[in-house]
C-alpha cells in the first residue's frame, strides 16, 4: 500500500515537473517565433507590441497561478495551453498576412 501511494505521488510530482518543462519551452518557442518575424521585417511594430503585450500577460497569469494554490491544477494547465494555441494562431496570421515593416 505505500509503495503504491508513493507511485502516485512520484507520478504526480513527475506530470507537474514536465508540465512546467513543457510550458517554458512552449513560451521560448513562441519568442524565438516573435523575434525571427521581427528579424525579416513579416511582423510590423504595431503586431509585435500587441504579441509581446499577450505574451506578458500570460507569463504574470502563469506566475500567479503557480504561487496561488502550490502550483498549477490541471484546469490551470488546460487553460494555459489553450491561451498558448490562441498566441500562437496570432503570431502565424501576424507573420503571414503580407504586412511588413
Known sequence: MK???LGVMMGALLTGTA???QI???QEN???RIGEGVENGSLTPKETSQLEHQETRLNQQIRHDRTTG?????QERR???HQQNVLSRKIYRDKHNGKTQ
Open 3 to 5: 509503495r503504491m501511494i
Open 19 to 21: 508540465s512546467f518543462g
Open 24 to 26: 517554458r519551452q512552449r
Open 30 to 32: 513562441q519568442q524565438d
Open 70 to 74: 502550490g502550483g498549477l491544477s490541471p
Open 79 to 81: 487553460q494555459i495551453n
